[in-house]
C-alpha cells in the first residue's frame, strides 16, 4: 500500500509541474527571396524560391510560441509569402 500511496503523490506532482516545464519559445526564421534556375520535363526556367527552394522551407512551432520571419527580397519585383 504504501508503494501505491508513493506512486501516486509522485504522478500528482508530475501533472502540476508539467506545465511549467513545457514554456512558449521564439522562432526566428530568415527568407532570402531569390531567383533561381529550374529545369523541369526538359524545360528550364527562372522561378521565384525561398532560401533557394521551392516550395519553401517548413516553419516549425508549438502553441503559444511567437515565429518572427524575417523576408529579405533579392528580386526585382515585390513578392507577397503567404501561410
Known sequence: MECSNW???FMLLAVCLLPALVECRTRHYKFN???KNTTRLCSSKRIVTVNGRSPGPTLYAREDDTVLVKVVNHVKYNVSIHW
Do not use: D, K, N, P
Request: charged fraction near 15%; glycine fraction near 0%; hydrophobic fraction near 65%.
Open 7 to 9: 506512486s501516486i503523490r
Open 33 to 35: 527571396v531569390v531567383m
